[in-house]
């Protein structure tokens, strides 16, 4: 089986369009449960433009299922995770101007920056995965580090044109998957993906894991959280039968 985590943050961008309380992303986000999500994903930036500091204990005490926390190497970030202790940690690139992430940590050049925060999140006992690039350095570097798991940035794929544009991008990251798993890395994936090109990532074997959000939220808008989940759930194991 493979796992979905949904990720909540659009709902908190929905939030603080007003800087109001609703909708309130913990709702939300049982509602996701509700509807077969595996866990539940979060990434606390550092301008806090939509998942606040009061949401991540929230979760943490409602939440039954997986709880990954994307953060980056920010110590103010790290601190917090560590007091509140998520399941899962996720290491991410962050930059205040992008909309949402792009690419994946460069873990070779910021090597020493991740490690420390690799140390620090374990010694709360909290599962580290690295938000990396389909690159075998990038992957046999997470393995060096300490990382239990890597998260394959999958936006490459989602934004490629064109049959043969697609198919390489399905290439490069079943060969990192192979990579990783044969070093004994746990294998997760996401960005971009969506209820169209789910099927040919949640089919390369080996990948245990999908974090999606912006798709799901949007589908819920129309149809609800709960029927947008299982619809996902349903187009993943989809691919997975083949």
Known sequence: MIRLGVN?????????????????PVAAAMLAILGGADG?????????????????????????NRLNLELACVDEI???????????????????????????????VHHEAVANAITRLKQAEIQVS????????????????????????TA??????????????????????????ELGLHVHMGHGLNYDNVQAIAAIPGVEELNIGHSIISRAVLVGMERAVRDMKAAMEMGRRG
């Open 78 to 108: 790290i601190e917090l995770a560590c007091h509140v202790r998520p399941d899962e940690a996720t290491i991410v690139p962050e930059r205040r101007e992008e909309l949402t992430t792009e690419g994946g940590l460069d873990i070779v």
């Open 40 to 64: 539940i994903t979060l990434h606390l930036r550092e301008d806090r433009r939509h998942i606040q500091d009061r949401d991540l204990p929230l979760m943490r005490q409602v939440i039954p």
């Open 156 to 181: 490459s794929y989602s934004e490629a044109v064109g049959a043969v544009a697609v198919q390489r991008q399905v290439s490069i990251l079943t060969r990192a998957t192979e990579r990783a798993r």
């Open 8 to 24: 909540i943050d659009h709902v908190a961008t929905l939030r603080q369009a007003r800087r109001g309380r609703e909708p309130e």
């Open 130 to 153: 690295l938000f990396i690039d389909p690159d075998v350095t990038q992957v046999e570097t997470a393995k060096r580090l300490g990382a239990d798991a890597i998260e394959f940035q």
